[in-house]
């Protein structure tokens, strides 16, 4: 098949979000069987990562971007809508101007300004559903706040209900995800697309430091820097106190410089930041924490956690894309009491190491595989082509 790929980041190998390193894999897959043309949103920099791309696909379109959303910015925020709009007028022209069999699209943000008057075939991955984080935010909300998140969960209900219904099937990457959308757009046809762990890994072998406590992050996402201080305020200090000898490292670009000189202050704490290969990190630790507090889709550094071999602590929210057996193939705890316990018995118990661990990985093996993902594609793929 000749298809047509929109994204709104490049894909390139090294790609720093989990959203763009699943991209760059699933036009792998893509690759070895159809002619794919990519489309997509560039930043500046990117424009390295080019001939590599035009070297596995047909062909590369690149539309300029508007550069990230500043906070508090309405000027950043209408250019990216701008630059939404005008890859999905450029996806239109191609569609029309040439013969293409389907047509795969990343992101509701993008799926919104989507045409919906097109005789190809089209398929959408909704990397979240934006729904249903927006309703949690809106559940917790007190006093005058409450208003302006409700009207924010009825707008992204709007969004995505209208984004959905342009689409002959939509991936979610959960079972999770794909219930909340189902029960929200009863309109729509899912499918989950389960993210395969470890798609990066280049095998390096566990060897881990029998104390070593590892969080994974882009610091600066807000969500990944209300975790860290979760852990690190009301959860480490319990730790070191009952694990004198543990060590906190912590991995992640972005974090100002507030946050670093609060991790400075903090006993047995490493700081590593942004790094271009996380999986050494991940081999030499002894438990990975992620402490979400709030969800959306699968959390994609706990599946790589598992993968290779870590034992893990999360929350329920964080394990809720995953649905790992907790307490068998992962930990799970939502207070801080029993987070710091967790991870203190991980610390104290080589064995229960050994099996946590090893549990999480032979889950994400059977659940979270390369071969599951592409046998999913293939089978959606044959039926929209043939319905289409």
């Known amino acids: 098949m000749k298809i047509l790929f929109v994204s709104p980041f490049l894909p390139y190998p090294g790609v720093p979000h989990a959203g763009g390193k699943l991209i760059h894999y699933f036009l792998s897959v893509l690759a070895r069987s159809h002619s794919v ?14 001939p590599y791309l035009s070297g596995m696909l047909e062909r590369v379109e690149t539309m300029p971007a508007a550069g990230p959303i500043r906070a508090g910015s309405l000027v950043s925020l209408l250019r990216t809508v701008a630059s939404y709009r005008r890859i999905c007028r450029r996806a239109r022209s191609l569609l029309r101007s040439e013969r293409f069999d389907l047509c795969q699209v990343e992101y509701t943000e993008t799926a919104v300004f989507f045409p919906s008057d097109l005789e190809v075939p089209a398929l959408l991955t909704c990397h979240d559903v934006i729904a249903k984080p927006a309703y949690r935010r809106y559940a917790v909300s007190r006093g005058i706040s409450r208003y302006s998140a409700w009207v924010g969960w009825r707008v992204a209900v709007a969004a995505e209900r209208h984004a959905v219904r342009k689409f002959h099937r939509i991936f979610t990457l959960s079972d999770e995800d794909r219930e909340w959308a189902e029960r929200l757009y009863p309109e729509g046809v899912f499918q989950t697309l389960r993210y395969p762990a470890g798609i990066d890994f280049k095998g390096i072998p566990r060897d881990p430091r029998n104390r070593r406590v590892l969080f994974v992050g882009a610091l600066n996402r807000p969500q990944n820097r209300d975790a860290l201080r979760f852990f690190l ?86 394990n809720e894309g995953i649905r790992a057996k907790e307490g068998e193939e992962i930990l799970a705890a939502d207070t801080p009491g029993d987070f710091a316990a967790a991870v203190t018995n991980l610390l104290r118990d080589e064995s229960a190491r050994h099996a946590i661990g090893e549990a999480g990985q032979r889950f994400v093996r059977i659940h979270f595989s390369e071969n599951a993902f592409t046998e999913t594609v293939d089978v959606v793929y044959r039926e929209v082509s043939v319905k289409g």
């Open 37 to 50: 043309v990519l489309l997509s949103r560039i930043f500046p920099g990117e424009e390295r990562h080019l």
């Open 233 to 318: 305020r009301r959860v480490w200090p319990s730790v070191c106190r009952d694990v004198p000898e543990a060590e906190f490292c912590v991995v992640g670009g972005g974090m100002d410089g507030n946050l670093r000189e609060e991790l400075a202050a903090a006993p047995g704490v490493l700081v590593v930041g942004g790094v271009p290969d996380v999986e050494p990190y991940y081999a030499s630790a002894a438990v990975f924490v992620a402490p979400i507090l709030t969800g959306g889709g699968v959390i994609v550094k706990i599946l790589d956690a598992l993968a290779a071999g870590v034992p893990t602590v999360t929350t329920r929210c964080g």
